[in-house]
């Protein structure tokens, strides 16, 4: 285990506890992409799948403090550098920039000057590996309510905010691909859904 990111109970308490800070579907959310990640990073050879469940089950820590939009990236980045989890507010970061352009977030850029310019700076000085890929990917097919067909959750998102760049959809599709090819088999057999 690293001391990269904390080990998977603690990882449930600090969800746990956000939780009654800022009650909401997230919670639930997270869970769901955490239990794909695992599913599909046991699924690859070179892969973790307690790892991939903890990050996925992080990603969104950030809404502890809100409901904040590019807010949560900033908030849950700071938070996990503040515990000393480097990894875990690495993917807080990526999470939400499947093409590493602040540009192309989904929602409001709800965030200070200052905090843009901590997230644009930490995002251009990522180097995005398989476990960035992998939460990206469950992002898109993770809801509260379980797994859903990627097109359904980008068309859900598209429907609320009314926009879903079409190069990041089209870069959801090619993760999806790519982790088909490195584990061999259909991402909703993996997940058990679809």
Not at 7 to 15: D, M, Q, S, T, V
Not at 49 to 63: T, V
Not at 134 to 149: E, F, K, R, Y
Request: with cysteine.
């Amino acid at each position: 285990m690293s001391n990269l990111y904390p080990n998977k109970a603690l990882a449930e308490e600090i969800l746990e506890e956000a939780e009654h800070c800022n009650p909401g579907p997230w919670g639930n959310h997270s869970r769901v992409v955490a239990m794909c990640a695992e599913k599909i990073a046991a699924a690859c050879d070179d892969m973790d799948g307690e790892k991939a469940y903890i990050l996925g089950l992080l990603h969104d820590i950030g809404r502890k403090f809100g409901g904040r939009h590019l807010g949560h990236v900033y908030d849950g980045y700071t938070y996990m550098l503040d515990l000393n989890y480097p990894e875990a507010a690495k993917i807080c970061l990526t999470h939400s920039f499947n093409i590493k352009r602040i540009e192309d977030y989904i929602g409001n850029f709800d965030v200070t000057l200052k905090e843009r310019k901590i997230v644009e700076d930490a995002l251009a000085n990522t180097e995005y590996d398989d476990y960035d890929r992998l939460i990206q990917m469950c992002d898109a097919i993770g809801t509260a309510d379980g797994p859903v067909p990627m097109e359904e959750r980008m068309g859900d998102v598209k429907r609320r905010y009314g926009n879903y760049p079409q190069e990041k959809w089209d870069k959801n599709m090619e993760l999806r691909s790519y982790f088909e090819k490195k584990m061999g088999r259909d991402l909703y057999e993996v997940i058990g859904k679809g």
